[in-house]
Nanobody, 119 residues
């Protein structure tokens, strides 16, 4: 399975970016896909996640109301619309694709895409 992020870049505070994630190599769709981010010298943190079946989304408090996560009907792609960006949103953003359930869960990570927000 390969997970590839795209759409990162540099933007001024208040601007917008849209990140995309595509997972390939699986015959079936994924159960959950999520965005994490990691700033220099900080731990990786969950930004947003979505159930690929039900479409239920959840967000970290720091991005709630500014970011929106979308899923594709293929259950292998999703995107993150980021509005009203702040300098503290600067980080490398990683896509996670999860498949399976219970004790049998497989996690697949992308290599990340850089988002830089200047003040």
């Amino acid at each position: 399975v390969e997970v590839v992020e795209s759409g990162g870049g540099s933007v001024q505070a208040g601007g917008s970016l849209r990140l995309s994630c595509a997972a390939s190599g699986s015959a079936i769709g994924f159960n959950t896909m999520a965005w994490y981010r990691q700033a220099p010298e900080k731990q990786r943190e969950l930004v947003a996640a979505i159930s690929m079946g039900a479409g239920t989304a959840n967000y970290s408090d720091s991005v709630k109301g500014r970011f929106t996560i979308y899923r594709d009907s293929s259950r292998k792609k999703m995107s993150l619309q980021m509005d009203s960006l702040k300098p503290e949103d600067t980080a490398t953003y990683y896509c996670l694709a999860k498949i399976g359930g219970g004790l049998a869960v497989w996690n697949y990570w992308g290599r990340g895409t850089q988002v830089t927000v200047s003040s």
